[in-house]
């Protein structure tokens, strides 16, 4: 690195760390999950559909009790996920637990008076808990670092079966990193004991649901590529998942016969027809195996049938405007969270905030919003796949934003990873420059390199960018009046942001297989790796007084069945840290994709807009 760039770097970092540090503790995300779900009953054939509970909340899993006398369903109505009772003509609503922790998946003992559910109440991971109805009593059934999912009690009461990714390594999908999803079906008696492993291990079998002689149990199952091919679209319309029949006792797997398609969560019913929901793009909605139809949409998520196999309950999904912030849940009370679209940065300021997003007539936007209002295009292309726009940041005055614009092959074609390595040139991309009124709009690099994820250093006159492609990989350090570029790493690293204090740029590397926190000196010097940990670190974001580092982890696993909630990455979680990698605190606690966080000055205006909302 040239020594004037060192020289004035250093002289910077001296004069910004005598700045006052600013308060901050409002944070947006990108937040992939449902804005609102309601649920509705039906006949199973989908005639008479009318709601049970009222809109505008978010509730999904619905359970029907073996006794048809209750209902019980997941609900964020009041804090984080917790677990609702209701009758089947809406009366008698009771929440039936308040913890700060994520509460889903619940399913009925054979009498009625207990619940198993899924919990994060213990260490953060999904395990599965019971819970005494009338006590309101809950116990642990469940532990370990890997997540328990959806699980079912068998109708003898003697056992309850669950899927669970405890014991599998979590692979990335082929060329890609996100991970793939290696789910086996187990079973345990209600007391914790007799723990074992049912399915074959190495692919896929979930949502187990029992027949009614409790001596054998129908999955759902795939491999394991399919749980990122599926929920990623890649090849819906090639084959699908099959239907297995599993015997208890041997554990002797035999296919259920069920129309093509992608079946998600079946339900053994009445008769012993299988009620699943299909989950692809050819004819989404509920089914049946014996041919029938039940309810139609792509807004559906997993059902449960009155104990008669006549009636169905389930969750139909909307979407709010994803521009204007909404208020989210957060495991931290210092913190106020709020959920937008697609990698949103926030003006110095704090006043504007940058996201961009997908026309609907083709192209891309960057979209800027000010004081709350709703947020409005200042630049668009007119090419989805050659021009998508990605990763805004703002200058230290506000005036200008960077942003990257180009293919980015990985990020948007999802078929590439059985085609090209997970490091490839990603198709080309600039850095680009814009003024924060839509005017000004020019390229800073070329080239066959993919260049993005620019960050301004405080003194606004460089950038640090990542870059990889045939003339080489890692972070790279611009004068932005010159453009003249200096190495300043050489392995694939990615995510730079340059810390508001001037002397640190944190970033993120892959080591052993997972990618990590790093920072670094801009002359190069003091590299320190901040995180340790099982799986993906992404995404950060400097408090505005440089002290702490916002990032997205994967490192609390999945909390669901991979294609349930229909994101990517449905393990990405908020968490904040120290600058120096100490005093680590998760902020949310969901099964949707959270991710590419940004904080707001707590005494700007849209700080304060967004709060009188809250």
Known sequence: MHRGLVASLSSLALAVLALPAFSADRILFDNSGPSRATLYIANADGSGEHTLTQPGTLDYNPSWSPKGDW????????????????????SGLERLTDDPAFDDQAAFSPDGSRLVFVSTRAAGYANLWTLDIATRKASPLTS?????????????????AFSSDRGSDLPDAKGRWEILHIVDIYLIHPDGTGLRRLSEHGN???????????????AY???????????????????????????????????????AGIKL????????????????????????????????????MPASWSPDGKRVVYPRTQEDDTSI????????????????????????????????????????????????????????????????????????????????IGGFTAFWNFAMGGKTPIMPDNGGARIALINADGTGFHTLTSGANNNAFASFGPDGKHLVYRTSGPD?????????????????????????????????????????????????????????????????????????????ILFTSSRMGFKDEALITGNPQPYGEIFVMDADGTHVEQLTDNQWEDGGPAWLPAKSALSTAMAAKH
């Open 325 to 404: 912030p909404q208020p989210m849940w957060s495991r931290n009370p210092n913190f106020e969270l709020y959920g937008i679209w697609m990698l949103p940065a926030v003006s110095p300021d704090g006043d504007h905030f940058a996201f961009t997003a997908h026309n609907p007539d083709g192209g891309w936007s960057l979209m800027v919003t000010e004081d709350g209002k709703p947020a409005h295009s200042i630049y668009k292309t007119k090419d989805s796949h050659t021009e998508l726009l990605l990763g805004p940041q703002w200058s230290p005055d506000g005036k200008q934003i960077v942003v990257g």
């Open 472 to 548: 080489g990989e890692g972070l790279r350090i611009m004068d932005i009046d010159g453009h003249n570029v200096t190495t300043l790493t050489d392995s694939y690293d990615n995510f730079p942001v340059w810390s508001p204090r001037g002397d640190t740029i944190a970033f993120i590397r892959r080591a052993h297989s997972n990618f990590n926190i790093f920072t670094i000196h801009p002359d190069g010097t003091g590299l320190k790796q901040l995180s340790d940990t099982h799986g993906n670190d992404a995404h950060l974001a400097w408090s505005p007084d440089g002290s702490r």
């Open 71 to 90: 209902i019980a369903f997941t609900s964020e109505r009041a804090s984080s996920a917790d677990i609702y009772r209701v009758r089947p003509d809406g």
């Open 221 to 259: 199952c795939m491999t394991a590529q399919q749980t990122w091919d599926f929920r990623s679209h890649v090849h819906p319309q090639e084959g699908g998942d099959q239907l297995l029949q599993l015997d208890i006792a041997t554990g002797q797997a035999s296919p259920v016969a069920a129309p």
């Open 144 to 160: 370990g670092r890997g997540g328990d999912f959806r699980p079912a009690w068998s109708p003898d009461g003697q056992w309850i």
């Open 204 to 218: 896929f079998c979930g949502s187990p649901s029992w027949n009614a002689d409790s001596k054998s149990l129908v």
């Open 265 to 300: 969560s079946p339900k053994v019913l009445a008769g012993g027809v299988i009620g699943y929901l299909r989950n692809d793009p050819a004819q989404p909605g509920i089914f049946y195996s014996d041919g029938k139809p039940g309810p139609k949409g792509s807004d559906l």
